[in-house]
Structures are given as structure tokens and as C-alpha cells.
């Protein structure tokens, strides 16, 4: 039995493949957008993973200096004179130009057999691994890349992070001419007898990275796109929500026939539930193809604003894994199931002998729309405690959440305000006024889904245009040298200086070094005293003589980032160079990591062995060009040596461009989602509106007057919605920059409008809306006469 | 004793209208056996359509049985009254209430497929007997009334039912579509040995059946 009812159910969308392909494009567009997000998610957590596990950091323990200084190798020798099985390794950074390469240099004979050695492809002789000029091992994927010139060979082996090496540690002493390794790794099993080994040295003992400190870090980032991905999978399960509702509606007559014949409630609810099963299982897959296309043309952006704004090294490539595309099916399955919940309630509850009429499809009742009008103001007084009370991203996000579908559920009551308002004179402008008012509750949902995609697109495009504007005047006060010199050595650089001095304005030396704030990485600069710094600097708080203080070595500088995360004050002291007081609080747009500045002087005495190799040069901006060339062909800097101020403002920009590539891209699919899902209603509601614009044709307005009325509507409809998304929009960019932000990034921005854009996405909104409503226009203008006869031959 | 094929005993059904109670049907009894064909006729609103929708288990009376071969269908949940519907009972409606999106071929065997009794061969053959040979493949909505009735017709006895219950099936039709239909049923409940009861405004089309019961009041007459 269960296969006639299935077959007759299932019959309906035969007869109306459009309803088919709006409820499949629901579903694989939803899929996509989720599926193609995780995919980038969990490529991007592989890649972090495989850095973590790296020389087993993920399991053994490591001693070093507190200060993330190397550690001396007296040091080292003494502990394993002691017994203690330790193993030395130097890690540092290779640049050359913008070509990078992460050096590991290990000991393989000390090194813990817990250290995952790389797994080498092809023929390799391991002697060359340890002698002259020795061997580094890397991904494919590293070696297909951009390189420092200059290595040893290389050889491609399995288990390398991307943009790493791992060689012998007397390789890496050599190309990164450090002598002392940067850490010890500890053997878990330690010999007996001997007592623990913090009490046998001063060094820092570290636990093994559970997860590692990119992972930490990226994750606010990959929180963001979960939530853009959630959102466009709330906006598609509106389309599903639309098609599945207009199905059930259509199919009522069919269900009490099939009933009245004798097929019991649960055989055609069990049919409509594999029926739906079935069609998201196909949507699923399809939706799983085009979000691994979403993702695979998204992943290289998203590389690059890792690598910008995190220093994280993913490759830019896509691998299938079988265990998201199992998720997406899942939570496709799931999402038409919320989405099928309500059309299967009301089929559950459906009186056998009820009228055959079609009821009005979704049609709210003042009840059920007075009830979702105080559900949006209990979400609207949760998101404003949240807003006031609420701490950390999550707090931020079910802020966001609550404003967002709040704003949803209130738009039907606000339309319906509106549009008690307007007092037409005459029939046929009150009939309209009646007529779109009666349509309100049908297209609801449509209507919904276009508020959240303009909402989350003024929202974003608040933020990325204040960040942008911000960012820009930022960079005007950091780079305000006209050129940037390299040197290849501090001796080099040294010479170029004093060479200089007497031909430019100034000569600002820059110098910083690694080292470890708060037990956090944290990079410190030396700066010299100069108005450069003291005119432009952008300071967030700072006292009357900060750089007063910082010249004469009493005071220090610490970013946004470093103050936030610590909760610090001006004032309060940061442990380096014996404690140092907060003079000012700078903002550092782009920097992952805290950043703290002291004077040339203090940074000398702290970090002897760290010397200038970099400077900028104050000029004349006319002159800089002249000077730039004279560097290159007078002391024969290579090229990349000397790069001028828009090189440098140019280089920035990119990288933050990079960083809302990915987030512009989803917001634009999101507003496509949205039209797709208007054009769903609107068919729907041409469909079910039949018999109320025939009476209307009859008694004496033209098909083409009609068709110009509904063509209007949808483009009045949409204006509304654009008007309440505005507001709805601006809250949520302040949700973002105030809250969001700070949580992600670490920094706070300023708020600003762009009325321009606004009206480019009204643009955009009545373009969207009038497309969607052409189709069912133009039907309705073209529709033959007896169609609309056919309302009446149908009445009884 | 052999039970009769329809039993109805003692009916009682009474709905809520302005706070107070309206009786439709008060006590009604009626007894109908195979082969036989009995009118239901009475004004608007006397609650004939109420005691079909009672006999097939559409809906429960207050009070009452409705017996099926000796069997109470008051005994069984939804699920067994949807089941002896499908299995033992014909229904044809006055609004045809056809299944929009299936061919006619695909309506007409649509129960007998439920029931598992579908036979192609009869199938051909009720279609042929009703004149609706040529329009096999087409859809409901490309079918005039009378033709969208005869189909319902066919779907009522493709699967062999013991009692046909049809609500003013000849309602939507003009006069001599009418009779013509009404033939066409009487001929083929004769054939297959089925009861028939059937609600009709027409006393001219009420006295070709071969009994005739008038509802007035709630109350059976002439039974």
C-alpha cells in the first residue's frame, strides 16, 4: 500500500517540476553554502593539526627560557650530563622577499623516539641529512612554493607542515645563525632515580600543545564564516520551508482522497516523509558538489587571509573528505526535517471531512502573528542584555543571533503597520492596498529570508568599509617614511646608515625581537626618538609624555591586542627589562600576536644580540625615487632591498582585502539565496491568487493592469524590506565592530556609514525582487481568458 | 442467520452550532444487503451526507453501531476504519475529488492498488464500459464533470467492493449526463453483486434504485 500512496503523492511533482527545482536549489543551495564552509573549516584545522604534531609537540614536553630567548647550549649539556634524556632543537624563520620557509633543525640522535621523523619519498641517503651542506625535508607543496635563495638541497617528504623544513640542528644553526637551540624537547620516559627536571634547571618547563596556538588563534575566524554559514543555510531552508508549504497545500484535496480510500494517516505520512528523504538525499549530494566548488574557488583567499592576518600556513587546495560530505547529507536531512516540521504537523492534524477547499497558504492569524510579534521582542530585549552584559564570542553571536531573527519574526507586523498607514482614494488603489495586505502573511517567509541577506550584507559592508577607511588613515600614520631599507646583515645595515645620514631627514632604525609577554608570543620593537613617531603615532590612550618616557627607557608601548587580551591599564607593568609602566596603548590593525615598543637604548640592553637590519628613511617624498635608485646602483641592494611607502601601504592593503574576500563572496551568494527565495513565494502565491484577481479582471481591470499591480507590489514589498533592514543592518555592524571584533581580531574600530552603498544594495534588492516577480507577471499579462473563466466555472 | 451487508442501528450524531447542540441524525436505522440499491433522499441539511460519511467511517456517530457484514466498525481505530474502506467500501463523490496530478488510467486503479487487488484486464474493462478509453493518459483538469464522474465511478468498483456509497453523484452533472451515469452505475453494481447506497436531492433519479429512504428531521422514513 505504502508504494500507490507514495506514487500518488510523490505524482504532484510531476505536474509541477518548477515547485521540484525551487525545493532542490532550496536544499542544495542551503547544503552548499553550509557543506563549503566546513570544508574550508576542517582543511584548515588538518592543516593546524599536521603543524601541531610536528616533532611530536602535540606530545612531549619542551623546556625553555622564559623570555623566549635560545637557550644556552651549556645549558643543554649540563642536563643530559645530568642524565636527563633532552634533546636540542632550533627553530627560526628563513625571509627573502617575501619568500618564507619555517626551519626545524633537529638532533635525530638525541631526538625522543615519540618525535615523528618525516617519512622521506624516493631515494634519499640519510649521511647527507647530517653532513655539509646537509639536507632539508619538505611537502611537495613547500617545495613547489616561493623559497629564500640559497638552500641546501631538498627532499620531499610526508608529514612537513606547508611553508616548513626540518633538518639536521647544524644546518639550521648555520642558515639561521643561531648557535643555541631555541628549545629542549623532554623524552617522557625520563631515567630512574632521577629528580624531576625543573628542579635541575631554571629553564621553563611547557606542557605539549593540546591543539595548536594558530589553532587558538584561528578560531574566532573560522567561528566567523561557521556563523555566515549558518545564515546562509537559515536563508535556503526558507526557499525549502516555501516549496514544501506550497506542495502540502496543493496536495491537501489528494491526502483526504487517499484517506477517504482508505490509506491510513501514518502509510502517507511515512510516504511524504521518504519522499522528502529521498529528494534531500539528491539535493544533499548536489549541494555537496557545488559547496566543494564554493569552497575549492574560496580556499585560496582563505589561505591568504590566514597567512595575513595569523601567520597560519594552510595550502590553498581543497581535498574531499568523505566525513564533511556525510555531515552536509546529515544536516540536510535534518534542515528539511525543521523546515517539513510544520507542513507534516498540519497534514498529522487535518480533519478527514474538512472542506476541500485550498486555505490561503501560510496564512497567519492575527493570533499567530501578535504571538510572533512578542517572540521579536523578547529576542530584541535578549540581544540588548547581551550586547550590555554579554563577554566572549559566543555571547557575541547568540547577540547576533537573537537581533537577526528577531528583526524576522517582527517584519510581518511591521509591514502590516505600514500598510495600515496608507489611505488610497479610490476602488481599485483600495483594493490593491487590501489585496497586499492579504498577501503579507504568504510571503512572510520570502520576505524574511530577503531581510536577513540585506541585514547581514549592510551589516558586513558597515564593517568592512569602516574597517577599510580606518585602516587606510592607520597605515598613513604607521608608514609615514618615505622608503624601507633591508640589509643583508646588521654590519651592512650599520654602514648604510651612516652613509646616509648626512643626504636624508632622518634615518629610524627598526629592530624588533621575538620574545613572550603574558606567556603569550609577543614581538618587541626599539624605536629611536624622533617626531615621526611622536607626531603620527595612533594612539588609542596614552599619557601627556609618553614618548617622553619612552626615550628615557621608563615607559613602554603596548598594542590593542596585548592590552585587550591582558585587560591592561596605563600604568600597570609589563615584565620586561625589569618591568616596564604602560605610557600608551597603540592600535596594530593585521597583528595576531601582542607587540610592545621601548627605545632603541632599552631594547639594546635587553636584546644585545638583536641589531638593526632595517630602517626607513625620512625625505623628501620628490626625492625618494632618485634615493631608492641610487641605494640600488651605489651600494648594490638588490631590488627587494629598498621599497618605498606604497609598496609597503600596497602590500598591506592586500592582505586585508584578503581578510574579507571570503566573507564579501558568501554575503553575495546569501542575497542570491534570498532572491531565490522571493521568487518561490511569488510563484506560490500566482498559483494560489487566482481566484481573487479573476473577480477583479471581471469587472474590469486589463490582465496587463493586473500584471503591473503585481510587478509593483513585489517591488513596494522589497523597498520595505530594505527600509526595516537598514536599521536592522546598522545594529549589526555595531554588534560586529564593538563586540565581534574585539572578541576576534583583538581590536575595536569606529564606526562609519556609506549611504552610497546603501543605495546600490536598494538597487540590488528591487532588482532582485523585480526578476522575481517577472515570471508570475508576465504569466499573469499573457494568461488566456479562460483561465481566469475557469475560477468562476469552478465555484460552487 | 447470514449478517446483512450494512447494518446501521440506532444512529445518533449531534454537532456543536452557537453554544448549543444540533441533532442531525436522531436514532436512524437501516438495513441494506448485497445486490441491493437503496436511495437516501431529504432536504438540504437533513444529514444524508452525514450517515454516508457514518457508513464508511468517515467520521463516528454519538450513539449507535454501523455494521459491515456483522462487523462494528465502531470497534476500530482509525487506522482499521481507513482499512475497511479501502478494502470493502466504494465511494464516490459528488466532487469527484480525483488525485489532480495522476492520469486517469493511474486514478481508476488507484484503490484497487491500495487494496492490492489491482487487475488490469477489469480496469480496461470499466474503462471501456464508462466510454473513457481515449482518454487514459490524460489528466483530471482536461476532462469535463460528467467524464471526471465516470472515472470516480470506475475508481469506486475497480477494486471490487461489497457496498458502493455515493454522495449525490450525479450532482454536478446536467439531466441526461445524469441519468446517463446513473445507468451506467446501476449496471455495474448489478454485475459485481455490490450494495449500493446512495444520497441523491432527486426523487425522479431515487425511484430507479430499488428501495428509496427519505431523512427528514433526523429521522428515517419510508425505510
Not at chain 1, 22 to 41: E, F, K, P, R
Not at chain 1, 434 to 449: C, K
Not at chain 1, 606 to 613: A, G, L, S, V, Y
Not at chain 2, 93 to 112: G, K, R
Amino acid at each position: 500500500m505504502l508504494y500507490p500512496a507514495f506514487q500518488s503523492l510523490s505524482s504532484h511533482w510531476r505536474r509541477h517540476p518548477g515547485q521540484l527545482v525551487m525545493l532542490a536549489l532550496g536544499l542544495a543551495l542551503a547544503t552548499a553554502l553550509w557543506s563549503g564552509v566546513q570544508a574550508i573549516n576542517a582543511e584548515a584545522r588538518t592543516a593546524y593539526d599536521r603543524a601541531a604534531a610536528t616533532l611530536g609537540q602535540d606530545q612531549l614536553s619542551r623546556l625553555e627560557r622564559s623570555d623566549g630567548r635560545p637557550v644556552p647550549a651549556a645549558e643543554f649539556l649540563a642536563l643530559r650530563a645530568a642524565g636527563y634524556l633532552v634533546s636540542p632543537v632550533i627553530s627560526g624563520e628563513l625571509r627573502d622577499g617575501d619568500a618564507r620557509l619555517r626551519l626545524l633543525g633537529i638532533d635525530p640522535l638525541t631526538a625522543p623516539s615519540e618525535t615523528q621523523s618525516p617519512t622521506l619519498t624516493g631515494d634519499t641517503d640519510i649521511a647527507d641529512f647530517f653532513t655539509a651542506p646537509g639536507l632539508l625535508l619538505a611537502s611537495q607543496a613547500t617545495a613547489d612554493g616561493d623559497l629564500p635563495a640559497g638552500l641546501p638541497p631538498l627532499r620531499i617528504a610526508e608529514n612537513v607542515p606547508l611553508a616548513a623544513a626540518i633538518t639536521d640542528i647544524s644546518t639550521a644553526a648555520r642558515l639561521l645563525d643561531q648557535q643555541d637551540p631555541s628549545y629542549l624537547l623532554i623524552a617522557p620516559d625520563q631515567p630512574f632515580g632521577l629528580p624531576p627536571i625543573t628542579d635541575a634547571t631554571s629553564l621553563t618547563l611547557r606542557s605539549p600543545e593540546v591543539g595548536s596556538d594558530i589553532a587558538r588563534l584561528t578560531d574566532s575566524f573560522h567561528l566567523n564564516l561557521t556563523a555566515f554559514g549558518l545564515l546562509s543555510f537559515g536563508v535556503g531552508l526558507f526557499i525549502v520551508h516555501a516549496a514544501i508549504g506550497l506542495a502540502f497545500e496543493q496536495r491537501r484535496a489528494t491526502i483526504r482522497t487517499l484517506r477517504a480510500l482508505g490509506t491510513p494517516l501514518r502509510t502517507i505520512l511515512l510516504a511524504l516523509g521518504l519522499e522528502l528523504a529521498a529528494i534531500a538525499a539528491l539535493a544533499g549530494l548536489v549541494g555537496i558538489l557545488l559547496g566543494y566548488v564554493i569552497a575549492a574557488s574560496l580556499m585560496p583567499g582563505v589561505a591568504g587571509t590566514l597567512r595575513g592576518l595569523y601567520g597560519a600556513e594552510i595550502e590553498g587546495v581543497l581535498r574531499f573528505n568523505p566525513d564533511w560530505a556525510i555531515a552536509a547529507i546529515a544536516i540536510t536531512l535534518l534542515g528539511t526535517a525543521v523546515a517539513a516540521a510544520q507542513a507534516m504537523v498540519r497534514t498529522a492534524r487535518m480533519p478527514l471531512l474538512a472542506p476541500a477547499m485550498p486555505r490561503a497558504w501560510a496564512q497567519a492569524s492575527g493570533r499567530a502573528l501578535r504571538l510572533q510579534t512578542l517572540a521579536a521582542i523578547a529576542l530584541f530585549a535578549l540581544a540588548t542584555a547581551l550586547a550590555v552584559f554579554g563577554t566572549g564570542l559566543y555571547a557575541a553571536f547568540a547577540c547576533l543571533g537573537a537581533l537577526l531573527i528577531g528583526a524576522a519574526l517582527a517584519l510581518p507586523a511591521v509591514m502590516t503597520s505600514l500598510l495600515s498607514l496608507v489611505r488610497p482614494k479610490g476602488a481599485f488603489a483600495d483594493w490593491v492596498v487590501a489585496d497586499t495586505r492579504q498577501q503579507i502573511p504568504g510571503l512572510s517567509l520570502a520576505l524574511m529570508a530577503l531581510l536577513l541577506a540585506l541585514a547581514a550584507n549592510i551589516g558586513v559592508s558597515t564593517m568592512v568599509g569602516s574597517f577599510r577607511t580606518t585602516f587606510l588613515s592607520w597605515l598613513d600614520q604607521r608608514l609615514a617614511s618615505e622608503l624601507y631599507v633591508t640589509a643583508a646583515t646588521p654590519d651592512e645595515a650599520a654602514a648604510l646608515m651612516q652613509a646616509l645620514a648626512p643626504d636624508v631627514d632622518a634615518i629610524l632604525p627598526i629592530v624588533s625581537a621575538p620574545t613572550r609577554l603574558f606567556d603569550r608570543p609577543a614581538d618587541v620593537f626599539g624605536v629611536v626618538d624622533h617626531p615621526t613617531y611622536r607626531q603620527a603615532w595612533p594612539f588609542l590612550a596614552a599619557t601627556q609624555d609618553a614618548w617622553d618616557r619612552v626615550a628615557d627607557g621608563t615607559g613602554i608601548l603596548v598594542n590593542e591586542q596585548l592590552f585587550r587580551r591582558e585587560t591592561l591599564s596605563l600604568g600597570d607593568v609589563v615584565p620586561l627589562a625589569d618591568g616596564l609602566p604602560i605610557v600608551g596603548i597603540y592600535t596594530d590593525y593585521g597583528n595576531p600576536n601582542g607587540q610592545a615598543i621601548v627605545s632603541l637604548t632599552r631594547f639594546a640592553e635587553t636584546f644585545p644580540e638583536d641589531r638593526p637590519r632595517r630602517f626607513a628613511i625620512r625625505i623628501a617624498p620628490e626625492d625618494a625615487p632618485a634615493l631608492a635608485t641610487r641605494l640600488r646602483t651605489e651600494f648594490g641592494l638588490p631590488a627587494d632591498a629598498v621599497t618605498n611607502q606604497a609598496q609597503v601601504k600596497a602590500f598591506s592593503v592586500d592582505v586585508f582585502e584578503q581578510t574579507f574576500r571570503v566573507t564579501g563572496a558568501l554575503n553575495v551568494l546569501t542575497l542570491g539565496v534570498a532572491g531565490i527565495a522571493l521568487l518561490t513565494s511569488l510563484l506560490t502565491l500566482a498559483n494560489l491568487r487566482l481566484p481573487q484577481l479573476a473577480p477583479i479582471w471581471a469587472i474590469g481591470a486589463s490582465r496587463a493592469t493586473l500584471a503591473k499591480v503585481e510587478m509593483a507590489r513585489s517591488l513596494a514589498l522589497a523597498a520595505i524590506t530594505f527600509v526595516f533592514a537598514l536599521p536592522v543592518g546598522l545594529a549589526l555592524a555595531w554588534i560586529l565592530l564593538a563586540f565581534v571584533n574585539v572578541e576576534a581580531f583583538g581590536w575595536r574600530l569606529p564606526m562609519q556609514v556609506f549611504p552610497a552603498d546603501w543605495l546600490l544594495l536598494l538597487a540590488l534588492a528591487l532588482l532582485a525582487a523585480g526578476l522575481a516577480a517577472l515570471g508570475p507577471t508576465l504569466r499573469l499579462a499573457r494568461m488566456p481568458p479562460a483561465r481566469l473563466t475557469q475560477v468562476f466555472a469552478q465555484e460552487r | 442467520m447470514t449478517a446483512s451487508l450494512l447494518d446501521l442501528r440506532d444512529i445518533r450524531k449531534t454537532y456543536p452550532s452557537d453554544g448549543k447542540t444540533l441533532t442531525i441524525l436522531d436514532g436512524v436505522s437501516l438495513k441494506l444487503e448485497a445486490e441491493e440499491t437503496v436511495a437516501l433522499t431529504g432536504e438540504s441539511g437533513s444529514g444524508k451526507s452525514t450517515l454516508l460519511h457514518l457508513t464508511g467511517g468517515l467520521d463516528q456517530p454519538d450513539a449507535g453501531q454501523v455494521r459491515l457484514n456483522g462487523q462494528d466498525i465502531g470497534m476500530l481505530d482509525d487506522a482499521g476504519r481507513a482499512l475497511m474502506r479501502r478494502d470493502r467500501i466504494g465511494l464516490i463523490f459528488q466532487q469527484f475529488n480525483l488525485v489532480p496530478s495522476l492520469t486517469i488510467a493511474a486514478n481508476i486503479a488507484l484503490q484497487a492498488r491500495l487494496a492490492g487487488r489491482h487487475d488490469a484486464t477489469f480496469c480496461a474493462e470499466l474503462a471501456a464500459r464508462l466510454g473513457l478509453s481515449e482518454m487514459l493518459s490524460r489528466y483530471p483538469e482536461q476532462l469535463s464533470g460528467g467524464q471526471q464522474q465516470r472515472v470516480a465511478i470506475a475508481r469506486a468498483l475497480a477494486h471490487r467492493p461489497a457496498l458502493i456509497l455515493a454522495d449525490e453523484p450525479t450532482g454536478n452533472l446536467d439531466e441526461e449526463t445524469g441519468d446517463a451515469v446513473l445507468t451506467l452505475l446501476l449496471e455495474l453494481v448489478a454485475e459485481t453483486g455490490a450494495g449500493l447506497l446512495m444520497v441523491t436531492h432527486s426523487r425522479r433519479l431515487a425511484g430507479r434504485l430499488s428501495r428509496h429512504a427519505n431523512l427528514s428531521r433526523g429521522r428515517l422514513e419510508g425505510n
